[in-house]
């Protein structure tokens, strides 16, 4: 089974320093819709790993981020595409859990789920705490420069091997090609 993980915020959709708090707010990346559909349509498994610290902030509540979550999967299936499971930290940052990136234990839910390798399984994230939560077991972190991407590039300190792309339907026909 192909299995790619993806990052929400500044992969998928468009990233906000105030986070994305409704579906008002939850706009697609130029792109990232038919990115998707590409890697389903190559039978690639798409699932998404996303810390939502917003919940335990008290900016939104879970029926909002669910309310988030349909809204993207009606517009990756509108274009074609799907995701087929999402994991999500609703931790903030001092909570000490083992969710929350660059922890891998969405990376491990998600690879036991579906029952692949950790070895070179892929993650595609914009921010350096995406890519650690892949690296830290075995599997293959990749940048994109949207979100928060050009940033993290520019700040350097990637994880050996880190893959970089302009964005997701970049990153996607890499894979769909490899």
Request: glycine fraction near 10%.
């Amino acid at each position: 089974m192909k299995l790619v993980i993806l990052d929400r915020d500044g992969v998928i959709n468009e990233d906000r320093d105030d986070f994305v708090k409704n579906t008002m707010e939850w706009l697609p990346l130029p792109h990232s819709l038919e990115a998707i559909a590409n890697l389903t349509q190559a039978g690639w498994h798409v699932v998404v790993a996303t810390n939502q610290s917003g919940l335990a902030r008290g900016l939104f509540d879970v029926h909002a981020l669910n309310a988030m979550h349909e809204k993207m999967h009606r517009l990756v299936g509108q274009a074609g595409g799907r995701i087929d499971a999402i994991a999500y930290c609703p931790h903030g940052p001092d909570h000490g859990c083992e969710c929350r990136k660059p922890l891998p234990g969405m990376v491990l839910e998600l690879a036991e789920r579906f029952n692949v390798k950790l070895q070179g399984l892929p993650l595609i994230g914009d921010s350096l705490r995406d890519l650690e939560s892949v690296a830290a077991v075995g599997g293959q972190p990749i940048l994109v420069r949207t979100g928060k991407g050009m940033k993290t590039l520019e700040k350097g300190g990637l994880p050996e091997g880190t893959l970089v792309f302009d964005d997701l339907f970049d990153a996607a026909e890499h894979l769909i090609n490899l």
